[in-house]
């Protein structure tokens, strides 16, 4: 008889399988319907030795101490700050918007303060901040709008940015210094030999089971447990009674190239020019030394693996339903992206799948201020 059963080995569940064995002494088996561990942060060598992110690049950033000092336990670290470029008007200028996107782009000399009256020359103040479109053009106008971020979102979510969720594009800060990191995270590091590495090693407790190529629906009536933790789809649980939750996907299409290096940076976003929203250079994020080098190009589809839930209010009204028959089914924890539709980062996800631990360990009351990743549902904690 199996303590848990938890399904889906992506950080929702690993983390989980990991905290439960080790420190409550509980017997797990975590399955996958994937041929691997690690979910979306898979990670593997190609056929020409380098290694790659299967799912799209993923960055570690967070702010949380205590995640950051969890996942210590499971692995190295290399410093990397991420840094992107927007392939805008014919060059490759900074994004997130900054002081040498816009003296680039228009050939300007603005200093920091001048560059503060050009955005207040340009913005376009909005009362009611409520789209992705008022967020960007109510600090940096149209143009800059159409320039950088109209187009990609169109592309990334088949809808316009007017019809979309102020939260998509308000992740994205502007800046009227040089600093161009991507993000400003207090940690900002790469596991060392990888997420996969790094999954084996958080699940190589004796008390932990892993089962792969397996939907949990195939056997969960023949496979004695007491609890479940699910870390799939909500709506995939309750077999889409109230209909489909919406995604977008991605089609990735890896290359290997015959050159030492492809691109400046790890990422480049191409806003209007290609259908594919983004090209990533795997070796910026590795520090992989290697004579070739593997790119990977994103072409945002409706179908596929579900990635990103849709914000819209429509969505996360249909998504309450969902969460209502979860909070009525006794002996499930629903934790993670895709049982809570929402867009969490993998540190997120972490501190999420740590409070749940510490609600099922009997001491969850007091959750760390670090740790406010919520919206999780669970029962009987
Ligand atoms: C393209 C892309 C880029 C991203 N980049 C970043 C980034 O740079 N930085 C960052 O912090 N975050 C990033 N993220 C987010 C990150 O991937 C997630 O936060 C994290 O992987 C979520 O972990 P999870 O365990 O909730 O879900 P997942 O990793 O999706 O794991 C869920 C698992 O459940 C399994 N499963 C589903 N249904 C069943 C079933 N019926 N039976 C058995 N198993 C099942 C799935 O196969 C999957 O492996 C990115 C996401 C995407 C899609």
């Given amino acids: 008889m199996f303590d848990y059963l938890i399904v889906g080995a992506g950080f929702a569940g690993s983390v989980l399988a990991e905290r439960l064995a080790s420190q409550l002494g509980k017997k797990i088996l975590i399955i996958d319907t994937r041929s691997h561990i690690g979910g979306n ?27 950051f000092e969890y996942l210590s336990q499971f692995t190295q670290w290399r410093s990397y700050e991420h840094r992107v470029l ?28 001048q560059l503060e009256e050009f955005f207040a020359s340009v913005a376009e103040p909005k009362e009611r901040i409520s789209t992705s479109e008022d967020v960007v053009v109510n600090k940096v106008g149209r143009e800059l709008y159409e320039k950088f971020f109209r187009n990609y979102t169109r592309k990334q979510w088949d809808i316009d940015p007017s019809e979309l969720d102020r939260s998509v594009t308000a992740r994205v800060p502007t800046r009227t210094n040089r600093d161009n990191r991507y ?6 590091a790469m596991p060392l030999h990888g997420y996969t590495r790094m999954f084996e090693n958080m699940l190589s407790h004796p008390n932990i089971k892993i089962m792969l190529q397996t939907d949990y629906r195939d056997i969960v009536g023949t496979i004695p ?6 870390t799939g789809p909500i709506d995939l649980f309750f077999d889409y009674r109230y209909g489909k939750l919406p995604y977008r996907s991605l089609e990735f299409q890896h290359e290997t190239v015959n050159t030492p290096v492809h691109q400046p ?10 259908l594919y929203t983004r090209v990533t250079e795997f070796k910026y994020l590795t520090g992989q030394e290697h004579p070739k080098t593997s790119i990977v190009y994103e072409y945002p589809r409706a179908d596929g693996d579900p990635y990103y839930p849709v914000p819209r209010p429509e969505n996360t009204a249909l998504y309450k339903k969902y969460q209502a028959l979860a909070d009525a089914t ?23 799948a740590l409070t749940i631990y510490k609600k099922l360990k009997g001491t969850g009351n007091r959750q760390s201020p670090e740790l406010s990743a919520t919206g999780y549902a669970s029962r009987r904690l």
Avoid: W
């Fill in 41 to 67: 942060a898979y990670d593997c060598y190609n056929e020409a030795g380098i290694l790659i992110h299967r799912y799209g690049p993923h960055i570690f950033h967070t702010n949380s101490r205590e995640v």
């Fill in 86 to 113: 927007a392939s805008v008007d014919g060059q490759l200028v900074p994004i997130p918007i900054n002081l040498d996107t816009i003296n680039r782009l228009y050939g300007l000399s603005l200093t920091s303060f």
């Fill in 183 to 188: 993000f400003t995270d207090t940690y900002q």
């Fill in 225 to 230: 447990y007491r609890e479940m933790i699910y």
């Fill in 265 to 274: 940076v790890a990422v480049v976003n191409y806003p209007n020019e290609h």
């Fill in 330 to 352: 006794s002996g499930v924890h629903f934790v993670g992206r895709l049982a809570t539709y929402k867009y969490y980062n993998m540190d997120q996800v972490v501190a999420q």
